[in-house]
Structures are given as structure tokens and as C-alpha cells.
């Protein structure tokens, strides 16, 4: 079995643990802003929605403005101590909860919160990368980043389903969660990302600047239409919020269905054709969906996602694993990911000022065309000029 892994066989333990980790931490989160406190704040606490959405809003700007201080923590103090420290103080945000009485401090829990968090990915993805058998580092990006993803709709739907009928029931198996994550980061406490060799060669930050377009775009694209997709499924398309699942399960389950094909095709035949055609596929996707299809081929724009989905992803992984610094590298991680966290903030509001302006079609088209317009210049830079670096 282990030969088939894309991680080596010495880090794989630790790595799995830390992959439950971050993936209970990942659940906690996701079930405290988005499943219990839509019902706890106002019942609980007498808080509006404005006061508890602020909260996530300043714990996401907290997480992904400090990756980057982040991924360098993780890394030169030590991504156990990290770790456990931010499994600490998420336990003490949930204790606190009920005290709450105040937006104030509700603010301040979530600030803390991300500041903390924002050490667990950039960590993460760079001992993933170091452990990877060489050869297969795009599967074990896209592999790790998976395996915790789930986490996000399991802490969403199960907490909420408890918290609709009894907050306190919801909050009391956040922290039964969030106690599981905190002793199993306490038995990663010693563990260091292990550093490489000192080359002394520097790495010209120039370099850095090809890979914005897509940690920015990537997000920003999706994050236009997030928050409007059901009502334009509903108005534009004559789809019931069900049947948007059943969609999103079928994209979602090609896409990771597809990660051991694509991913092993990057790692044999480089990250070039899969990260520009990803990106092409998912452009074209959009702006189809812009024009209104019927609902057969609604089913295939969604099987289309999934695949460019599926391509993009080991593509863009396969791209950073190969350039990216080996020195540093979680730091630099972490500034790439602050980029992705900017378009997830900035992709609604600006879609909701497109939808008002223009109409409910024009964020897919404006999607569709970042997505193409990237995928022509990784093209022009990576196909035409193949810019590539040791």
C-alpha cells in the first residue's frame, strides 16, 4: 500500500495526525460561525446577525493577513507548539462564548482566534511538501489539502443540525471537539517541520510575482458569485436548492475522484497543461453558465467543473512544489495563501455591486474571463516563454 502513497513512509504517521488536527479544527470552526451561532447569538447572547458575521469577518482578516508571520512561526519555532497553542485558544473562544453578552468581545474572540489559526496551513502544506516522494509532490498537495476539506461541511452540518433545536447541545459538542483537537495537537507539542540544507543561494522574490495572478484569481473568481448561487440557480436556471447540491456533489465527487489520475499525470508530465487547461475548462464553465443553459447541460457544466477542478488543483500544487524556496518556504506559503484569503474577502462584494449594477449574469461573466485570461497567461509564461526555476 505504501508505494502507491505519495507521501514517504517515515512522516506519514505524524502527518495524518496532524492532517485530524487541523481537520477537527477546520470543523470547529466552520460549525461555530456558520452552524452555531446563526442560533446561539441571537438566543443566547442578544446579538444580531451584523455582530456575529463581524466576528467571522475579523477572524478571517486576522487568519489571512498574519499567514505569512504564520508559516514563519510554524516553521522556525515549531509547528507542534503552534499548533497546540491555536487548538488552546480556540478551546478558550468556545469556554468564553457564553460571557459574550458584549459584540466586543464576541470581535475580540474571533480576532484572537485567527491569529492563531493562521500557522496550520502554511505549516501544514510545507511538511506535506517535504515529506512528498519525489516525483509525486502534486498528489501530496492536493491529497493533504483534500483530506482536510470534508472537515468544513461536517463541523457546518452537523452542528447546525444540533444547534437549530438546542444551542447549548451545539456548543457543548464544539468544545468536546475542539478538546479532541487540543490533545492530539499537545502530542505533536515537540514536532518540528524538518528544515533543508543552507544552499546560501538567494531566492529573488521577483520570482514570486507569477504566482499572484492565480492565488488571487483562484478565489476570486468562485468567491464573485458564492453568495448569490442558489437565487441565480433559482431565477436564471428554475433549480431548487437541492438539486444545487446534487450538482455540487457531482462536480465535487469528480473532482476528487479524478485527484489520483490528474495528479499523477502532473507529477509524470508537469504542471503546465493541467494548470492551464484547469483553469480554461473552469473559465469556460462560468461564462456558459452566464447565458442561461438548459438543464441537461447544466449537469454537464457541472462534470466539467469537477474536471477542471480536478486538473487545476495538482496543477497548481505541481507549480508551487517545484518553484517555491525550499528556505522559507512556509513563510512565503503563508504570504501566497494571505493573497487566496483576499479574494475570498473581496469576490462577494464586488459580485454584489456587479449583480446590482449590471444584472445577476454579468459576476459569471466576469468569473469566466478571469479564469480564462489567467489560463492565457500561464500559457504565454509557462508554455511559450517556460519560465521554470531549480
Known amino acids: ?3 502507491y502513497l505519495p ?3 517515515e512522516g506519514l504517521f505524524v502527518l495524518f495526525r496532524l492532517i485530524l488536527t487541523v481537520g477537527l479544527m477546520e470543523g470547529v470552526r466552520s460549525g461555530y460561525f456558520a452552524g452555531l451561532l446563526p442560533f446561539y447569538a441571537p438566543e443566547k447572547l442578544h446579538l444580531g446577525p451584523t455582530a456575529f458575521t463581524l ?4 477572524h478571517q482578516l486576522a487568519e489571512n493577513l498574519s499567514k505569512s508571520l504564520g508559516g514563519l512561526l510554524a516553521e522556525r519555532v ?3 507548539l503552534t499548533l497546540s497553542l491555536a487548538a488552546l485558544v480556540g478551546f478558550l473562544a468556545l469556554l468564553l462564548t457564553p460571557l459574550a453578552q458584549g459584540a466586543w468581545l464576541l470581535w475580540g474572540l ?3 482566534w485567527g491569529l492563531f489559526m493562521s500557522t496550520l496551513y502554511p505549516g501544514l502544506m510545507t511538511y506535506a511538501s517535504r515529506i512528498a516522494v519525489p516525483g509525486r509532490e502534486a498528489r501530496a498537495l492536493s491529497f493533504t489539502f483534500t483530506l482536510v476539506m470534508p472537515w468544513v461541511g461536517i463541523g457546518l452540518v452537523g452542528v447546525g443540525q444540533v444547534a437549530a433545536r438546542h444551542p447549548e447541545a451545539g456548543l457543548t459538542v464544539l468544545l468536546l471537539a475542539q478538546g479532541m483537537a487540543l ?18 543561494e538567494r531566492y529573488p522574490l521577483s520570482r514570486l510575482l507569477l504566482f499572484l495572478p492565480a492565488a488571487f484569481g483562484q478565489t476570486f473568481a468562485p468567491a464573485l458569485v458564492s453568495l448569490f448561487l442558489l437565487r441565480f440557480a433559482r431565477e436564471s436556471l428554475g433549480l431548487e436548492p437541492l438539486e444545487v447540491g446534487g450538482l455540487l456533489l457531482l462536480g465535487g465527487g469528480l473532482t476528487f475522484g479524478l485527484l489520483p489520475f490528474t495528479g499523477r499525470i502532473v507529477d509524470k508530465r508537469g504542471y503546465r497543461l493541467s494548470l492551464i487547461l484547469g483553469l480554461a475548462l473552469l473559465g469556460g464553465v462560468m461564462l456558459r453558465l ?4 438548459s438543464l441537461a447541460e447544466v449537469f454537464l457544466l457541472a462534470a466539467l467543473g469537477g474536471l477542471g477542478f480536478s486538473l487545476f488543483m495538482p496543477g497548481w500544487n505541481g507549480f508551487l512544489a517545484r518553484n517555491l524556496p525550499q528556505e522559507n518556504r512556509a513563510a512565503i506559503w503563508g504570504s501566497l495563501m494571505t493573497v487566496e484569503g483576499l479574494g475570498v474577502a473581496l469576490g462577494p ?3 454584489g455591486a456587479l449583480w446590482e449594477a449590471f444584472g445577476p449574469h454579468i459576476p459569471f461573466l466576469v468569473g469566466g474571463f478571469i479564469f480564462l485570461g489567467l489560463s492565457l497567461f500561464y500559457f504565454y509564461a509557462l508554455a511559450l516563454r517556460r519560465f521554470t526555476w531549480n
Open 1 to 3: 500500500m505504501f508505494r
Open 7 to 9: 507521501w514517504a513512509r
Open 55 to 58: 466576528a467571522y469577518t475579523l
Open 78 to 80: 515549531g509547528f507542534g
Open 110 to 112: 474571533g480576532l484572537l
Open 183 to 200: 490533545a492530539l495537537a499537545l502530542s505533536l507539542l515537540r514536532f518540528r517541520i524538518p528544515m533543508p540544507q543552507r544552499t546560501g
Open 290 to 293: 452566464a447565458q442561461g443553459p
Open 349 to 351: 462584494v464586488v459580485g
